[in-house]
């Protein structure tokens, strides 16, 4: 544990040794939470331009209607107190995206091709710290360190774009609940859905067979409908044939279909925003482990009684996403930002049954620094009254801080700081032994290439 200690200071020591030598501010580019970098210029300067190799030609490309983009998301992340061991971690994903523009490249007009393929490596700092958090505290980690499809779509507009249909390889959260990852604790990122049901629900980088419809039904309100291939096989790290290579939908077997259902309104600039609310069914009845079933009975072969857990009436839940501009303190992105995320599920079949969360962002936070940001967050977890364990009813709360360093144009570091109150619920680990409260420091590295 001390050899893998040292390594990983090794690993941050050298991380903080190069951002000390980049200067100058440049473009913010947080992955799929902020517009792609800002077009390349003719004067390749190494500081502000967009890639660290350079245009490579991708802009051509993308005039022709091919968008590439290849980036590393790397979080350090160390605890001083709190679990068992002050030990640290370091975990991270490259990911290669594309799309193709069918209108440029086919003449299908309102037509789009989307690949995105994810690696991700390292170690979960909750469990070589012996943190008992609910949450993880650095959101990268998780669902295999393999080579994953994430996305293989097709979309098409129709209709002047009022109506959008997207079927093939996709993550739930790529087309409904709250998008933004901008801090390092699960909590305050990605899908909150997905954060308490991670059992069915799967957030990026998983995808499953689905089909999605976007309808546009009036100015600024959009209703989105999507049924999902329900098959906890896509969470394997055995076998490609179903994290990697286009596996067949229901195979394997299937427990039945995910069904999201959202309503979204889209406010326009100058204080732009997106207001989401939104429910899911999902058909299978599988109830969480540490929560009391419910046996039923029924005739088996030859007259023999099969019990079996679960009560055949599905589960589901309820959430809202409010991510919204306050301020406009200058030009471009300037100002401040917050965000408000609640998610209910069923109390029958869930460990966790609802999560709250509440952030603030400030985009320019110094005048000579236009582009760097600083953000806060707090939020809560909730145990399931009915759980077995000391943690039943309990509430894990997690307080975050960074501030956003945006080194070079291809370039963005985070300097991050969390707390995390009653890790767990009520800070008890799996052996009933109560911990402390814990505190977190990190950093996540953004590399454009």
């Given at each position: 544990m001390l050899?893998?200690?040292?390594?990983?200071a090794r690993v941050w020591g050298a991380g903080i040794a190069l951002s000390s030598l980049?200067?100058?501010?440049?473009?913010?580019?947080d992955p799929l939470t902020k517009a792609p970098p800002v077009p390349y210029a003719e004067t390749d300067d190494f500081w502000t331009r967009p890639y660290l190799f350079g245009d490579l030609g991708r802009t051509k490309l993308k005039e022709q209607g091919i968008d590439l983009g290849l980036t590393l998301g790397n979080e350090s992340v160390g605890n001083l107190s709190g679990g068992s061991r002050n030990t640290a971690a370091n975990a991270g994903q490259l990911w290669f995206g594309a799309k193709l523009d069918m209108g440029k490249l086919a003449g299908i007009q309102g037509g789009t091709v989307g690949l995105t393929l994810v690696q991700r490596f390292g170690d979960n700092l909750n469990t070589e710290a012996g943190i008992p958090a609910l949450q993880l505290t650095n959101e990268v980690f998780g669902r295999g360190n393999i080579f994953r499809?994430?996305?293989l779509y097709y979309s098409q507009k129709l209709f002047n774009d009022q109506l959008e249909l997207k079927g093939g390889r996709l993550p739930v959260g790529s087309d409904f609940f709250f998008g933004?990852?901008?801090?390092?604790?699960?909590?305050?990122c990605g899908g909150q859905p997905g954060n308490i049901q991670g059992g069915y629900i799967y957030n990026w980088p998983v995808s499953q067979w689905a089909g999605v419809v976007h309808?546009?039904?009036?100015?600024d309100f959009q209703l989105s409908v999507g049924v999902y291939d329900a098959n906890p096989n896509y969470l394997t790290t055995s076998s490609p044939s179903i994290y990697f290579l286009p596996g067949v939908p229901g195979s394997n077997p299937a427990t039945g279909v995910l069904v999201p259902v959202e309503l979204v309104w889209a406010p326009k600039s100058p204080l732009n925003g997106t207001w989401r609310l939104g429910g899911w069914y999902d058909s299978a009845s599988t109830i969480d482990g540490g929560l009391p079933g419910v046996v039923q009975?029924?005739?088996?072969?030859?007259g023999v009684p099969t019990q079996f857990l679960g009560d055949q009436r599905g589960r589901w839940g309820v959430y809202e996403s409010i991510l919204q501009?306050?301020?406009?303190?200058?030009?471009?992105?300037?100002?401040?930002?917050t965000f408000l995320n609640t998610t209910v599920a069923d109390h029958r079949t869930s460990f966790q049954d609802y999560q709250i969360a509440l952030g603030f962002k400030h985009t320019g936070t110094f005048y000579w620094r236009p582009e760097d940001e600083v953000g806060f967050a707090v939020g809560t977890t909730h145990v399931n009254s009915a759980a077995f364990g000391p943690n039943?009813?309990?509430?894990?709360?997690?307080?975050?801080?960074?501030?956003g360093w945006q080194a070079t144009g291809w370039m963005n570091l985070k300097f991050d700081a969390q707390y995390v109150i009653n890790p767990g619920g009520r800070g008890f680990n799996a052996a009933g032994v109560k911990t402390d409260n814990a505190w977190v420091l990190g950093m996540r590295t953004e590399v454009h290439f």
């Amino acid at each position: 544990m001390l050899h893998r200690s040292v390594k990983t200071a090794r690993v941050w020591g050298a991380g903080i040794a190069l951002s000390s030598l980049l200067t100058g501010g440049a473009y913010a580019a947080d992955p799929l939470t902020k517009a792609p970098p800002v077009p390349y210029a003719e004067t390749d300067d190494f500081w502000t331009r967009p890639y660290l190799f350079g245009d490579l030609g991708r802009t051509k490309l993308k005039e022709q209607g091919i968008d590439l983009g290849l980036t590393l998301g790397n979080e350090s992340v160390g605890n001083l107190s709190g679990g068992s061991r002050n030990t640290a971690a370091n975990a991270g994903q490259l990911w290669f995206g594309a799309k193709l523009d069918m209108g440029k490249l086919a003449g299908i007009q309102g037509g789009t091709v989307g690949l995105t393929l994810v690696q991700r490596f390292g170690d979960n700092l909750n469990t070589e710290a012996g943190i008992p958090a609910l949450q993880l505290t650095n959101e990268v980690f998780g669902r295999g360190n393999i080579f994953r499809l994430t996305q293989l779509y097709y979309s098409q507009k129709l209709f002047n774009d009022q109506l959008e249909l997207k079927g093939g390889r996709l993550p739930v959260g790529s087309d409904f609940f709250f998008g933004l990852c901008e801090f390092i604790n699960l909590t305050f990122c990605g899908g909150q859905p997905g954060n308490i049901q991670g059992g069915y629900i799967y957030n990026w980088p998983v995808s499953q067979w689905a089909g999605v419809v976007h309808y546009n039904f009036a100015k600024d309100f959009q209703l989105s409908v999507g049924v999902y291939d329900a098959n906890p096989n896509y969470l394997t790290t055995s076998s490609p044939s179903i994290y990697f290579l286009p596996g067949v939908p229901g195979s394997n077997p299937a427990t039945g279909v995910l069904v999201p259902v959202e309503l979204v309104w889209a406010p326009k600039s100058p204080l732009n925003g997106t207001w989401r609310l939104g429910g899911w069914y999902d058909s299978a009845s599988t109830i969480d482990g540490g929560l009391p079933g419910v046996v039923q009975v029924i005739p088996g072969v030859g007259g023999v009684p099969t019990q079996f857990l679960g009560d055949q009436r599905g589960r589901w839940g309820v959430y809202e996403s409010i991510l919204q501009r306050l301020t406009v303190d200058g030009p471009g992105a300037l100002g401040w930002y917050t965000f408000l995320n609640t998610t209910v599920a069923d109390h029958r079949t869930s460990f966790q049954d609802y999560q709250i969360a509440l952030g603030f962002k400030h985009t320019g936070t110094f005048y000579w620094r236009p582009e760097d940001e600083v953000g806060f967050a707090v939020g809560t977890t909730h145990v399931n009254s009915a759980a077995f364990g000391p943690n039943a009813g309990g509430n894990e709360v997690p307080i975050e801080v960074w501030y956003g360093w945006q080194a070079t144009g291809w370039m963005n570091l985070k300097f991050d700081a969390q707390y995390v109150i009653n890790p767990g619920g009520r800070g008890f680990n799996a052996a009933g032994v109560k911990t402390d409260n814990a505190w977190v420091l990190g950093m996540r590295t953004e590399v454009h290439f």
